[in-house]
Structure formats: C-alpha cells, structure tokens
C-alpha cells in the first residue's frame, strides 16, 4: 500500500511477478473478453494506470 500524505492508504496494483487472477473486460465491439481467453496459454504484460482522481 502507498501512503498518501493525507495518512489515506491506497492499493497499488499486483507487484511484479505476481499471479493475477482472472478478469473479464468488454471489447471495442462491446463484448466481453477474458484475461485467460485474451492469452491462449501466452503470457502477457499487464500494464495499470491510475487516475489521478481514483
């Protein structure tokens, strides 16, 4: 957890290396598509951005 200087602690995301569990995200079609569909046994980089207003 990071700290904020409010004393508020926030998640920061997995830590490198990490497993992540499954999810499932719509597409740009508006399906819907799963981490584990999306890598047919692959592996993938995972990249989180948090918005400043989260």
Excluded: C, I, K, Y
Excluded at 15 to 38: I, K, R
Excluded at 46 to 54: A, H, N, P
Aim: net charge negative; glycine share 12%.
């Amino acid at each position: 957890m990071l700290n904020e200087p409010n004393g508020v602690d926030f998640p920061t995301g997995p830590d490198l290396g990490q497993v992540v569990p499954d999810f499932t995200l719509p597409d740009q079609h508006g399906g819907s598509v799963s981490l584990m569909e999306a890598l047919g046994g692959q592996r993938a980089l995972l990249l989180f951005f948090r918005s400043v207003r989260w």
